[in-house]
């Protein structure tokens, strides 16, 4: 399996997730959407609360341990995932952690602010700094340098964990494993899934996941769903980290721009807002399936599986593998939101 992705085996990982996650069929969604679906329990990878970043993660805290770092120095969104796995893996691993809040969402209320994995991240320890603009990447990374800079001449060792483009995608490794976890699961259980649904934000679990199937010779389809930028960014972000990852890994370029398909169609508002298709998802999943999806991530991916389902982009029948990348614990922080639009 790992001679297919070349030279995986040697960045170092520390391993963070339980795996394998389960893949569950999904029997009363499947008749609500016309559809045989699946869902990898990604939300399951074990570490305070799971999600994506678990997997994505390892390889990061591979990076900081083999440089002796002392300290991790990270930014993401107010209710980032990545941040709050982040600060329990530090937790666990006996490091300092600093983090930078970067305000993506617009007028969100202080519940927001406290609330879901900004709790969770002051119950860790973590120490927090907050970055005024959402979609100033580059400003977000400087900020983020300055931070670790200081730390350095308190005498500490900080490594950061890049997430803005100019870096290797470290974390798109984690996806290229999960891919061979998926393909042995689904060979063990003789079944063939035509489309493969999921988040597209750093684009660093899609990419990652992609480039691993097609490594491995697997033909079906990989839908990402925009939660961030538009198609036509986001394209041109996944092809950059197919190719990133291609040359990390020492393989050939095994995924074709025709394999990369993004679709934006429930995005708006933005980043991190609910629409009513998006709380219309969460609502089903739940009393479905008693599935939670949250509103910056799942739910829209959820949401955007309905509407390609629809308008059978997603053909009647076919068998969608949906990955649940996690999130939950950003419910309790879009509680108002989310009332307004559920409540029976
Ligand atoms: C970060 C995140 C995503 C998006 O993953 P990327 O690798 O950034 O594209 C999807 N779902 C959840 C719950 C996340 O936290």
Not at 52 to 65: C, D, I, M, S, V
């Amino acid at each position: 399996m790992t001679t297919k992705f070349g030279r995986l085996a040697a960045y170092p990982r520390v391993p963070l997730s339980i795996l394998p996650t389960a893949i569950e069929p999904a029997p009363r969604l499947s008749a609500e959407f016309g559809l045989e679906l699946f869902i990898k329990r990604d939300d399951l990878t074990g570490l305070a609360f799971g999600g994506n970043k678990t997997r994505q993660l390892e390889f990061y805290f591979g990076a900081a341990r083999e440089e002796g770092a002392d300290t991790i120095v990270i930014t993401g969104a107010v209710q980032s995932n990545y941040v709050r796995v982040a600060a329990a893996a530090a937790a666990r691993l006996g490091l300092e952690i600093h983090i930078q809040s970067e305000e993506r969402v617009p007028d969100m209320d202080e519940l927001y602010h406290q609330s879901g994995n900004i709790l969770l991240n002051d119950i860790l320890g973590a120490h927090r700094y907050s970055y005024p603009d959402g979609e100033d990447e580059a400003g977000a990374d400087a900020a983020v340098r300055a931070i670790a800079d200081k730390l350095r001449d308190e005498g500490k060792r900080p490594y950061i964990v890049p997430l803005a483009p100019g870096h290797p995608p470290l974390g798109a490794l984690g996806y290229v494993l999960a891919a061979a976890e998926i393909v042995a699961q689904l060979q063990a259980s003789d079944t063939k899934i035509d489309t493969v649904v999921i988040a597209s934000g750093s684009g660093f679990t899609h990419a990652g996941l992609l480039f691993g199937l097609r490594a491995m010779g697997q033909e079906m389809a990989v839908q990402g769903i925009c939660v961030r930028r538009n198609a036509e960014a986001q394209f041109q972000r996944i092809a950059n980290h197919c190719r990133d990852i291609s040359e990390m890994l020492g393989v050939g370029e095994v995924v074709a721009d025709t394999d990369i398909k993004v679709f934006d169609g429930v995005l708006a508002p933005g980043y991190g807002q609910l629409n009513p298709a998006t709380a219309d998802a969460i609502v089903l999943a739940a009393r479905c399936e008693g599935l939670f999806l949250d509103p910056p991530y799942t739910g829209k991916v959820m949401a955007g599986l309905m509407a390609l389902a629809a308008d059978q982009t997603i053909a009647p029948g076919s068998k969608v593998l949906f990955i649940h990348t996690g999130g939950t614990p950003a419910l309790f922080a879009y509680g108002p939101q989310l009332q307004h639009w559920t409540r029976p």
